[in-house]
């Protein structure tokens, strides 16, 4: 008798081990590691953990871009909403996310890849982008700014191409409405909107920009009426169609 309580304690036990250890298998890793903080960010390396920001609205945490990514087949931007949304720290290592198209159709109020941003950005190339929308605001990086965007390029279209005198009203290569920190950063491309339309920043509210470096060809098209028409800059100057941004800084 003492034989089989025996035997039963042991397999019982054995059970028990291979299903914790099973479980422990099946856990999911979060990103590609790092655990969320300013000192162990976590890993970004595919589109995938792109997605797992935007879909486990997990925008208090930290990331880093461990490689570029492109996301030709992977429309899934943008992120937050236009009154709450990155809160952290999301460091592109100088590394770029590649080839994003997205035009948003429901009337939400802003559209880009952050469409809020509280936090900082750095780091971060955005090359060959074409975003647009039928809003108030669109932008290549960030809508509303009220953190740190550092060290950012931006390459590709945004705005409505074909119709610019029915786009959005506010529209920057980087971010359409700032009341935060802009530093050293360009765009190269087309920039499209009907009211406050600049290569860099469509309306600086209440913000400051300062460097913005490497000198890019910025096409901007504006509709009629357009209040105010920026030089590839900030919100100013006189219409023109095709400009050459002069860096600010050395």
């Given at each position: 008798m003492k034989k089989v309580l025996i035997l039963i304690v042991i397999s019982l036990f054995v059970f028990m081990s291979c299903g914790?250890?099973?479980?422990?298998?099946?856990?999911?890793?979060?990103?590609g590691g790092g655990s969320g903080t300013v000192s162990d960010p976590y890993l970004i390396t595919t589109s995938?953990?792109?997605?797992?920001?935007?879909?486990?609205?997990?925008?208090?945490?930290?990331?880093?871009?461990?490689?570029?990514?492109?996301?030709?087949?992977?429309?899934?931007?943008?992120?937050?909403?236009?009154?709450?949304?990155?809160?952290?720290?999301?460091?592109?290592?100088?590394?770029?996310?590649?080839?994003?198209?997205?035009?948003?159709?429901?009337g939400n109020g802003c559209t880009a890849i952050f469409r809020y941003n509280g936090g900082t950005i750095k780091n971060l190339?955005?090359?060959?982008?074409?975003?647009?929308?039928?809003?108030?605001?669109?932008?290549g990086l960030v809508a509303i700014n009220y953190g740190t965007i550092q060290n950012c390029n931006v390459s590709g279209t945004v705005g409505k191409n074909e119709d610019p005198y029915n786009g959005a009203l506010v529209v920057g290569g980087i971010c359409s409405s700032n009341l935060g920190i802009i530093d050293t950063v360009s765009f190269n491309g087309t920039v499209i909107g009907s009211d406050y339309v600049a290569g860099i920043v469509g309306l600086n509210k209440a913000g400051t920009?300062?460097?913005l470096s490497a000198p890019s060809n910025v096409v901007i098209l504006k509709g009629e009426g357009a209040s105010y028409f920026g030089p590839g800059y900030i919100n100013n100057g006189d219409v023109i169609d095709t400009i050459e941004i002069v860096p600010l800084c050395d």
């Amino acid at each position: 008798m003492k034989k089989v309580l025996i035997l039963i304690v042991i397999s019982l036990f054995v059970f028990m081990s291979c299903g914790t250890s099973n479980e422990s298998v099946r856990m999911p890793i979060k990103y590609g590691g790092g655990s969320g903080t300013v000192s162990d960010p976590y890993l970004i390396t595919t589109s995938v953990h792109l997605a797992k920001i935007i879909n486990d609205e997990d925008y208090n945490s930290n990331f880093k871009l461990m490689n570029d990514i492109d996301l030709s087949n992977d429309p899934i931007f943008p992120l937050g909403t236009c009154t709450e949304g990155f809160e952290g720290v999301f460091d592109g290592n100088g590394f770029s996310l590649k080839n994003i198209s997205y035009t948003q159709t429901d009337g939400n109020g802003c559209t880009a890849i952050f469409r809020y941003n509280g936090g900082t950005i750095k780091n971060l190339t955005i090359e060959n982008i074409d975003i647009s929308g039928n809003n108030s605001q669109v932008a290549g990086l960030v809508a509303i700014n009220y953190g740190t965007i550092q060290n950012c390029n931006v390459s590709g279209t945004v705005g409505k191409n074909e119709d610019p005198y029915n786009g959005a009203l506010v529209v920057g290569g980087i971010c359409s409405s700032n009341l935060g920190i802009i530093d050293t950063v360009s765009f190269n491309g087309t920039v499209i909107g009907s009211d406050y339309v600049a290569g860099i920043v469509g309306l600086n509210k209440a913000g400051t920009i300062s460097c913005l470096s490497a000198p890019s060809n910025v096409v901007i098209l504006k509709g009629e009426g357009a209040s105010y028409f920026g030089p590839g800059y900030i919100n100013n100057g006189d219409v023109i169609d095709t400009i050459e941004i002069v860096p600010l800084c050395d």
